[in-house]
């Protein structure tokens, strides 16, 4: 799931309360075992080397610009794209969490209200190609009664650069193959495609791709994370499973981290096209079933490419 380590680390998305406010913009001790008292080491764009004071975790949130980078400046609302490191202090051993430089699957983070104030304000202070330090207590996270205490959390943000807005459906031209047995509707505008899988055919056995649309966006690279609308139907039952046009939402995923069918199948596909995908049962959910996808199962996406980064 993308933004994994960052949600688990943030609690709910309801910002941070005014504990967080005063020490938003420090950049130097302003209490005991603060946050900026913190060491970050190693170049940007590798996972970075991280050293803690001794003493207590830090209880009250605070950023530190690393290196203020020297790309195009971080705003209010921008999509900024990160390579994170996070790590639990607790005071003993201030173990790592996870990295995206482990996963290699940078992720998007919108800059608004959603996020601690901590970090609102400590993203616009870094540019591209920038590290930004930024301690995470329990008073940037709204208060919950019964809700047991949670870890400081650390991270260290490289910023990669921020994502262009994705687009809104498909936009190229219009190729029109399609899988024998399948179908594919295009209404056009930002309207969903409409997929029928309805069939006598026999299922391919290994994965078919076909453009539907070409897009003229660059090509999905396999470390990429994915904007994508879709639409996911079993094959001869015309039973669909899934659909994020349904939910009137585009999806975003790291690719590696989704059924090795989209993993290859995506791969070298321009943003902005349409693509109709076989899926063997092999590359999909092969012997089990799935949320009420049959056991051996072949699976058809029809496949918005909206944006990668």
Known sequence: MPLLLFAAACGSDDGANSGATSSAGATSGAAPADGTKVGVAGN???KPTVTFPSGSPATTSSYKVIHPGDGDAIKAGDRVVVN???YNWDGQGNAVQGSSYDT???EAIPVNEQLPKVLQEGFTKVKKGGRLLAVLANDAAP???????QPTKVFVFDVVGT????????????VGDSIKGVKVGNPGGEKAPELTTKTDAKPPAKLEVKTVIKGTGEKVKANQTLAVHYTGKIWGTDKKFDSSWDRGQPAEFPLGQV???WQEGLVGVPVGSRVVMSIPPDLGYGDQEQQGIPAKSTLVFVVDVLGAY
Not at 143 to 149: F, G, L, R, S, T
């Open 44 to 46: 940007v764009g590798a």
């Open 84 to 86: 994170l490191t996070v």
């Open 104 to 106: 290699k699957a940078p």
């Open 143 to 149: 208060q919950q009664q019964a809700a047991p205490a």
């Open 163 to 174: 994502q262009p807005p994705p687009l809104k459906a498909a936009k190229g031209k219009e």
């Open 259 to 261: 059924i090795k069918g």
